[in-house]
């Protein structure tokens, strides 16, 4: 007898449709994402992937369909419920210049989530030591270099506790030594069990960490399943264009 254990469903998308006045970006997205699991987008510029995340994240509302976290569905919700719901959610901005790095990190849980000073600092310092950059507490954004820059963001977005994370192209403009110090952060937390979803470019990185691996295009799922299907034996015909082009670089 064999026993099946399904993985819970971190979020869930279904039917996603977004537009931009009369061009439509997302036509009928539906997904789903594994809890403790890491996803990975790819397609080519313009297919929906970023405005996705977005939507997953409230941050573009959706035209209609829904997105599912923990069995609620805060798509086209504007509850207290959906927004503390969305909280669970973390997302990868860029940091503010004018506060040092650790104010950076404290700032949102202390305003947002009642942290006292104490609590909040000894938080972020952690923090700066899981992303290995204990030593850059006390520095301006201007003083670091971009992967810096972009692990202390993940450091932030990791304050609030979220239960998983979206990234949108996180090592975009990094050179090749900075895009490794990034990805190298992104993959110990995925090897922790945070769920994460990420856009990326990096093909040999996605083919490395995703356990699932959806490839759009022109706002549609083309692919969804696991990476070593879509790198080997890609089947449709965008999809082994889109693999064709980027592998040749």
Request: proline content about 6%; some cysteine; glycine content about 4%.
């Given at each position: 007898m064999t026993i099946t254990i399904?993985?819970?469903?971190?979020?869930?998308?279904?039917?996603?449709?977004?537009?931009?006045g009369e061009t439509p970006v997302l036509r009928g997205v539906s997904l789903k994402f594994d809890e403790g699991k890491t996803a990975v987008i790819l397609g080519p510029s313009g297919s929906g992937k970023?405005?996705?995340?977005?939507?997953?994240?409230?941050?573009?509302?959706?035209?209609?369909?829904?997105?599912?976290v923990g069995g609620q569905d805060i798509g086209?919700?504007?509850?207290?419920?959906?927004?503390?719901?969305?909280r669970d959610i973390g997302m990868v901005f860029q940091i503010f210049q004018h506060l040092t790095v650790?104010?950076?990190?404290?700032?949102?849980?202390?305003?947002?989530k009642g942290f006292s000073r104490r609590d909040a600092e000894a938080d972020?310092?952690?923090?700066?030591?899981?992303?290995?950059?204990?030593?850059k507490a006390d520095a301006y954004p201007r003083e670091l270099s971009g992967?810096?820059?972009?692990?202390?963001?993940?450091?932030?977005?990791?304050?609030?506790?979220?239960?998983?994370?979206?990234?949108?192209?996180?090592?975009?403009?990094?050179?090749?030594?900075?895009?490794?110090e990034v990805l190298d952060v992104i993959q110990q937390?995925?090897?922790e069990g945070m769920t994460s979803i990420i856009v990326t470019h990096e093909m040999g990185f996605a083919r490395r960490i995703a356990d699932q691996l959806v490839?759009?295009?022109?706002?549609?799922?083309?692919?969804?399943?696991?990476?070593?299907?879509?790198?080997?034996?890609?089947?449709?015909?965008?999809?082994r264009q889109f693999l064709n082009q980027v592998l040749a670089h």
């Open positions: 399904s993985t819970p469903t971190a979020l869930e998308v279904l039917d996603v449709r977004k537009s931009f970023s405005t996705l995340l977005r939507c997953m994240n409230l941050l573009e509302p959706a035209d209609s369909g829904q997105i599912i086209l919700h504007k509850s207290r419920d959906a927004w503390m719901t969305r650790l104010d950076n990190i404290m700032l949102a849980p202390m305003n947002v972020a310092r952690r923090l700066l030591e899981k992303v290995r950059i204990p030593e992967g810096q820059q972009q692990r202390v963001a993940i450091a932030r977005a990791l304050a609030m506790k979220p239960r998983m994370m979206l990234y949108d192209e996180p090592t975009s403009a990094l050179d090749p030594e900075m895009i490794k937390l995925s090897s490839f759009m295009d022109e706002g549609q799922v083309v692919y969804a399943g696991i990476a070593s299907g879509f790198f080997e034996n890609a089947e449709h015909p965008r999809a």
